[in-house]
């Protein structure tokens, strides 16, 4: 846990969240400020920083976090109509929470380019 680190305080309970899935190495809950109908965020409770900050050493956890999206996807009912797993990284990618997250959006058509 870091301290001071808003997502580890969600793992640790410390803050409330709508937790939609838990294993022993992966949480996932909604967001606080939906952009889409569905919109979870699916998180390690390893405290890592961002995608950049990984190493190979984290490649089965990286892959745990896309399978996990993926079914929470199956489970919210938009796998069929498609949805978005996404890093937002460092300043230019737009992550306002330096505890990596992985953002799954669904339930309605995505602009491409993202803004
Ligand atoms: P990012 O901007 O990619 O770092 O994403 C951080 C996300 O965390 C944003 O979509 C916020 O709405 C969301 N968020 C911030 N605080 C909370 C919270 N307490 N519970 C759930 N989601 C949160
Ligand atoms: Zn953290």
Not at 20 to 42: G, R
Not at 60 to 89: C, F, H, M, W
Request: hydrophobic share 40%.
């Amino acid at each position: 846990m870091t301290t001071g680190c808003l997502f580890c305080r969600i793992v640790s309970r410390d803050i409330p969240a709508a937790v939609v899935y838990e294993d022993e190495q992966i949480l996932a809950f909604d967001d606080i400020n939906p952009q889409a109908p569905v919109h979870t965020l699916v998180i390690p409770k390893l405290h890592l920083s961002s995608i950049a900050e990984t190493t190979p050493e984290d490649a089965p956890l990286l892959g745990q976090l896309i399978r996990v999206g993926s079914q929470i996807a199956r489970d919210k009912g938009v796998a069929e109509t498609g949805y978005r797993l996404v890093a937002n990284t460092g300043r230019h990618g737009g992550q306002s929470v330096l505890h990596l997250h992985l953002h799954l959006l669904g339930g309605r058509p995505m602009q491409w380019p993202p803004g």
